[in-house]
Structure formats: C-alpha cells, structure tokens
C-alpha cells in the first residue's frame, strides 16, 4: 500500500496536479500521508457518499458530443 501511495502521489506531482487523499481508514495511512502532504501539498478530506461523487460524473457525461 505504502508504495501504491508513493506512486501515486509522485504522479500527481510531476504532473502539477493536487492531489486528495479520501475515506482513509487506518493510522498507517493517515501518518503516511501526513507525512507526504508536507513533501506534495496532498489534501486530505472526508469521504463523500458515492451517489455524491457519482451525481457529477454522470452530468457531466451528458455534455460530451
């Protein structure tokens, strides 16, 4: 797991792009990521619902010729 976040955090930042850690469910995790934040400019925030994060999407599919 460590390593997928590295990764992925990595990415986000050769790429110039934020990045935001959500639903994080254990102390492991959350020290990790403390630890990145301070190295990535990571975000950190609660988890939305599903049907939250889903709602957008699907609008958003409507536009696309």
Known sequence: M???VEAIVGLGRVLGLQVTAEGIET???LD???K???RAGLFLRQAEPAAEVARPLSD???HIA
Do not use: A, F, N, V
Request: hydrophobic share 25%; aromatic share 0%; charged share 40%.
């Open 2 to 4: 460590r390593s997928s």
């Open 32 to 34: 990790l990521l403390l």
């Open 36 to 38: 990145l934040r301070d």
């Open 60 to 62: 958003r599919s409507r």
């Open 27 to 29: 102390q492991e995790t």
